[in-house]
């Protein structure tokens, strides 16, 4: 066995014995007989509702700045259609220029496609979903010239694994 599948093994069956151990405690906590102060348990059940809340509050306060949908393109942005169809994806050959705003505007012609670009050494950009008869719109800027491919992430039929191309981008 190669060290992947040792450490595979063991962090499983390490999980295991914890998992066992929990469901054991557990069970043994619910056989004794205790009398049950009912107060105390909803004062608890309130207090951990109340840090989960302010908890999921505080993350979405955190993180909705990241998220990439719902931003709408600069005037200047440089426009680039696709349109995907089984098994292909179709790019004007213009030129995206690094530094500048792209919106994508994604349509497909038959089924659902997902249009995942990635960098030249495997690093995953961002991906939309592309569904028939709607245009999904996507804006992203490129930082660094150079060739980013593409992939349809989606499983659109026999030919999926040849719906791949490359984007161009220049200084």
Known sequence: MNTTGTVLTVAFTVTCAVGIAIVTLVALSTHRRRSVDIDRIRHAE??????????????????????????????????????????????PSATIKAGRQ?????????????????????????????????????VYTFTRPGTYHVLCLEYCGVGHTDMQTDLRVVT
């Open 46 to 91: 309130r207090d951990w509702f109340v840090a989960v809340v302010v908890l999921l509050v505080a993350v979405l306060a955190a993180t909705i700045a990241f998220t990439p949908y719902g931003r709408s393109a600069r005037r200047d942005a440089q426009i680039v259609d696709v349109q995907g169809f089984q098994f292909a994806w179709v790019v």
């Open 102 to 138: 792209v919106e994508f505007r994604l349509t497909s012609r038959d089924v659902n496609h997902n249009f995942a670009v990635y960098t030249a050494g495997g690093k995953l950009l961002f991906q939309v979903q592309v569904m028939p008869g709607k245009t999904q719109r996507y």
